[in-house]
């Protein structure tokens, strides 16, 4: 019975609805199914929330970002992109993952897919190369996929990412202190991995290009 | 030390709340600026008052996304023009405030025994001084861009934070015990590398239920990571690092990610919508393995 709350977050995320209504109802399901009272569960749910207030200490880094939004910072980093010269659509999606998993790992940037991908990079990589209408496809596929690896395994190299910190927050209610940090530095390994893959990709693209 | 943070962070929202209540052109001003408002003082007040009334007002926010009366703000960002302009006078130099951000934070949490998190907050300070010292913007510009950022995000900022709590009242009511014994009638325990697949394997088909790897991470892991993995003495901090980015691989290949995976194809104009996803199938099952393989050899 106790299971009530993971089928509610399990169907009210597969059917998106609201994700902040779905998981206090998964709350209080949980705690109606283990014969707590109302109050139990809210005070239940209060105290744990404020226990996890460190997960969102990130907001603290804003005030930095918006500043050098505000001037120039994505302009600057396009044109340091766009300055690469003679390269193919691979290359530059693989100098893109890279400099996509820096910006990820000082969390940086937000979307890259509006942000970089659509006003930048997808017109780089495909001036690059002569491309048929099937690899047209396949490198918009592509130009999307190296933003996501890149973003996805960057962003546990910050210390306070949201997934770091909910990574030690979920450790610490099972009883276990983890601090952040190491938790950055165990994201490196599988950081690396990605990077090569993506790079690997990309590699197979230009070659499948030339022939 | 820590609790100054929370003042701090507590201080963004409230800004938020304050742009957002005078954000005319937006229609959910209202419900946005009471959103970030109660937020930023659970973060500022929690500690010191009743646990059951911090519950009340959480799901009082529930209640007010759950009817969009919260939504994304319209603050806007200075223009194109002056953006260019900018980004011509100051340079490269526009990257040492956001590098000095990253490499205090670590240098702190390396070198110093304050913590990652204090380290965090004075990282982020000494970067905001060097930011406006190097764009000669003006102080009160702060807080409007950072709740502009804030409000772009939405109010699943604070989705980590309820996950959390979530989490711990599944702890709490032996939800993972549940899982667990099921899980055990229909696996061995106590074999590392198969505790090690199922866990991994778990997280990347739950995230692609679910479409979010945070919310499979509080469940797969009390459920399977703890006895199945970390039971046996597998190192918790290699465990959860590789547990989420796991689930990762599961963001990947589903379409129930749509932020990632369908809205780019779109904007891309893409023919499949599904032909993201089809790219990042071989990478998310190579990495899918080599988490398997990294948890093992690391964590045991």
Partial sequence: MELIGVVIIVVGFAL??????????????????????????????????????????????????????????????????????????GKVLSIYVFARMVFSALSLMVQGHIQFVRPLIYPMARGASELKEKEEEKLKGLCNANDNYGNFFGQNLFIASPGVLLIVGTLQEAGIRVDPYSIAMASAPIAFFALCYALLQNYLFDQRVKQ | MLELMYILAGLV???????????????????????????GGILIFGPHIHPAFVGAILMLMGVLTAKKFVGFG????????????????????????????????????????????????????IALGLSLFYTREKVTLVPYESSRI???????????????????????????????????????QGHPLLGVALYCV?????????????????????????????????????????????????????????????????????????????????????????HIGLMYILAF
């Fill in chain 2, 202 to 290: 778990s997280m990347a088909l739950f995230t692609m239920v679910m479409g979010n790897a945070f919310a499979a991470f509080a469940v797969i892991t009390i459920g399977i990571g703890l006895p199945f993995v970390i039971a046996l003495g597998g190192d918790p901090v290699i465990v959860g690092a590789l547990g989420l980015s796991a689930g990762y691989c599961g963001t990947l290949m589903t379409p129930m990610a749509a932020n990632f995976n369908i809205v780019p194809a779109m904007i891309l104009e893409m023919k499949n919508k599904n032909g993201v996803i089809l790219e990042q199938i071989p990478v998310a099952i190579a990495l899918l393995l080599t």
């Fill in chain 1, 16 to 89: 998106k609805f609201d994700t902040i209504a779905i998981v206090l109802c998964a709350g209080i399901a949980t705690g109606i199914a283990t014969k707590m009272d109302l109050l139990g569960i809210l005070t239940f749910l209060g105290e744990a929330f404020v226990d996890t207030r460190y997960m969102s200490l990130f907001l603290l880094t804003l005030g930095v970002i918006g500043i050098l939004e505000r001037n120039g910072l994505r302009e600057t980093s396009a044109r340091l992109i766009g300055g690469i010269q003679r390269a193919t659509s």
């Fill in chain 2, 74 to 125: 319209t603050l806007k960002e200075a223009s194109q023009e002056y953006r260019n302009q900018k980004s011509l006078l100051i340079g490269k130099k526009i990257f040492i405030p956001a590098l000095a951000l990253g490499v205090i934070a670590f240098g702190i949490a390396q070198f110093t025994q304050l913590g990652g998190l204090v380290g965090l907050g004075i990282a982020s300070v």
């Fill in chain 2, 13 to 39: 929202c409230i800004c938020s709340g304050f742009y957002a209540f005078f954000d005319s052109q937006n229609p959910r001003r209202i419900g946005n600026g009471i959103f970030w408002n109660l937020f």
């Fill in chain 2, 150 to 188: 804030l409000q772009q995000m939405g109010p699943a900022v604070i989705l980590p934070q309820l996950l959390g709590t979530l989490g711990a009242l599944f702890s709490q009511s032996g939800v993972g015990k549940t899982i667990a014994n099921f899980m055990g009638s229909l696996f061995p």
